[in-house]
């Protein structure tokens, strides 16, 4: 960084952690990790206690505060409200506020074109152009997140009760539910009383990838994952795709889905055979990389008409 440039406090803020980095001129980087957002409690107070204690610790004098956070919705979107509660010495220029799908593309494609499908427990795809963007999908465990790790965990429980019941056939995912429930008739009331049902539900999904090399049923579910991500991908591709577009669109799938071997291969087929010229691209970073990059959009970028910005 030349010396010009400003101090920037980034935020990758998730419900599992919250990631902090503070970039200033001719220093390195400096990360600090923090516990996740505590989602029964108001959001900007939380970021605002996060920026202002890495600001004290380091001895800042921020120029630019960016977060890329889990889940924001558009009440909480809210960058000069989140400015207001900060705090800090009147240096802060500017705040920026973004849906973490912003700064996931970011983070795996820069200030590219194409799409970028982040699956985890749940799922968001961002499709950017040169001048649109659509969000695909991301809608929550009750009405989306298609392929997620929390629909491969609810599409094995429903296999597993299937073939309990009789209605559907035998597999080795009952060998796995009853690994957490020995008592397959109760499971369905222990699970709806668990508060952390989500992530239980999602955390199925590795074992579910495990067995779908020897269980056709695990392996069916995988491979409509794989679908139904693909779909979100080729959707969002579609959404941004302009007529005289000349360079091929680029796909980065990230997140702990897509580890699972037998997802990541199908879904990569069915994105190429929806647009042969794919490319298929290896995430370039990570969400705070993408968090931190918010501070140096360019101001033509399609993605900023997906955030938030004050000052």
């Excluded at 030349?2 to 220093?27: C, F, H, M, N, Y």
């Excluded at 010495?89 to 849906?99: C, G, N, Q």
């Excluded at 199925?204 to 695990?218: C, P």
């Excluded at 392996?219 to 979100?232: D, H, K, M, N, P």
């Amino acid at each position: 960084m030349s010396t010009s440039e400003p101090v920037v406090l980034a935020i990758d803020a998730g419900q599992t952690a919250i990631k902090v980095r503070v970039e200033r001129p001719a220093t390195a980087p400096v990360d600090r990790l923090f516990p996740g957002i505590r989602t029964h409690e108001p959001l900007l107070p939380q970021l605002a206690d996060v920026a202002r204690a890495v600001a004290a610790e380091q001895h800042l004098t921020v120029d630019v505060v960016t977060a890329g956070v889990s889940g924001l919705t558009r009440h909480e979107s809210d960058a000069s409200g989140l400015h207001r509660m900060l705090g800090l010495p009147a240096d802060v220029r500017r705040v920026i506020l973004a849906h973490d799908s912003v700064t996931s593309f970011l983070g795996a494609l820069g200030e590219g074109t194409g799409a970028v499908v982040a699956a985890g427990t749940g799922v968001v795809t961002l499709g950017v152009g040169r001048t649109r963007v659509a969000r695909v999908d991301g809608w929550g465990n009750i009405m989306g997140d298609a392929g997620s790790g929390y629909w491969i965990g609810r599409e094995a429980l429903d296999a597993v009760m299937r073939a309990h019941d009789g209605r559907g056939e035998r597999t080795a995912l009952t060998g796995l539910v009853t690994q957490q429930w020995p008592d397959l008739e109760s499971a369905y009331i222990e699970l709806q009383a668990a508060e952390d049902r989500v992530f239980i539900v999602a955390s199925l999904a590795r074992g579910v990838a495990e067995l779908a090399a020897t269980d056709a049923v695990a392996a069916q579910i995988c491979l409509r994952a794989a679908r139904e991500l693909s779909v979100s991908a080729t959707s969002a591709l579609r959404r941004v795709a302009e007529a005289d577009d000349v360079d091929p669109p680029a796909v980065c799938a990230i997140g702990g889905v897509f580890r699972a071997d037998v997802i990541r291969e199908r879904f990569g087929e069915l994105v190429r055979e929806a647009f042969p010229t794919v490319r298929l691209e290896p995430s370039h970073g990570s969400g705070i990389d993408g968090a931190a990059a918010l501070a140096h959009l360019s101001p033509s970028h399609a993605l900023l008409s997906y955030v938030s910005t004050s000052g």
